[in-house]
């Protein structure tokens, strides 16, 4: 797992990074919601070796007349995941087929894992959180050529190329691992007050497709740590004259989203109702 960082990003909008009132009326303007799941659970073990059975899914639930229904057909995927590098690949291969996923691939210059039975537990675990944001980029991407409305994406749009560059792709995240700012302009991140959101920055992570960004915080934080209630929204990149007033746009979009609560969710100060709706008929129809 990554751990917690903090790192400087490129300015699109302006010179400093500063809060900005998202001012004007907050509609609901947001046609879809996309989310994904994962479980995994360890099902055996070769010697000190763990295998992994995985399960991914993800959804598209549309809103059509203030209700929430599946729009096509939800993607569902299990694997089972196995270090082939240590053990037998072939009887493994004859049992499993299409099924196995091997966790020790060579990176390019060759090298492969070392056979630490918590390293290659962590392998599969992130391998099967990789399958999940596939999943949830393929339907990103068959929405987005199909049906061209604006849909709210649990997390980031950045893996995609076709996505990333979507005008109907808007990514939400919740998580905050790595926070794109540094010095002053992280103490302005942390003390945003609800309904403000940063200035947009330029993201591109490693092997990513490039996206405008900023952060926006849905509710009020006074007494509580300094990331409740906020998020950081992903869109595709525009001409400078035109990222004010769409940022504006779509953080309206997103207050407008905090009702109804998605409680009981631990994470109901950042998650729109929308993409509970997903997680929940994801839960019902994998489990």
């Not at 053990?87 to 060759?110: I, S």
């Not at 035109?242 to 207050?255: G, H, K, T, V, Y």
Request: aromatic fraction near 6%.
């Amino acid at each position: 797992m990554e751990l917690p960082h903090v790192i400087d990003a490129e300015g699109a909008e302006d010179a400093t990074l500063r809060a900005r009132p998202v001012l004007g009326a907050q509609v609901a303007a947001f046609r879809a919601f996309l989310d994904g799941t994962q479980r995994s659970q360890v099902i055996g073990w070769i010697g000190a070796f763990p295998l992994v059975y995985g399960t991914s899914g993800a959804v598209v639930r549309a809103r059509t007349d203030r209700r929430l229904t599946t729009w096509d057909a939800p993607l569902v995927q299990h694997r089972v995941y196995a270090p082939l590098a240590y053990v037998p690949r072939d009887e493994l291969e004859r049992a499993l087929g299409p099924m196995l996923e091997d966790t020790t691939r060579p990176a390019p210059d060759g090298s492969i894992p070392a056979p630490h039975p918590t390293l290659l537990l962590e392998r599969a675990t992130l391998a099967v959180s990789r399958d999940r944001e596939r999943l949830e980029l393929t339907l990103a991407e068959r929405w987005c050529a199909e049906r061209g409305e604006p849909i709210m994406i649990d997390g980031g749009i950045g893996s995609n190329e076709a996505v990333a560059q979507s005008s109907c792709a808007v990514g939400v995240v919740k998580s905050h691992r790595t926070l794109y700012a540094e010095g002053d302009a992280l103490t302005i991140v942390l003390a945003l007050r609800k309904g403000e959101r940063s200035s947009v920055i330029r993201i591109a992570p490693r092997g990513r497709s490039e996206v405008l960004s900023w952060y926006l915080r849905l509710r009020d934080a006074e007494g509580r740590d300094a990331l409740w209630g906020l998020v950081r929204v992903e869109m595709r990149v525009l001409p400078r004259e035109a990222i004010s007033e769409r940022a504006d746009e779509l953080s309206r979009w997103l207050l407008a989203e905090s009702m109804p609560l998605a409680a009981p969710d631990p994470r109901w100060d950042r998650m729109a109702y929308g993409i509970r709706s997903a997680e929940d008929f994801l839960r019902a129809t994998t489990s």
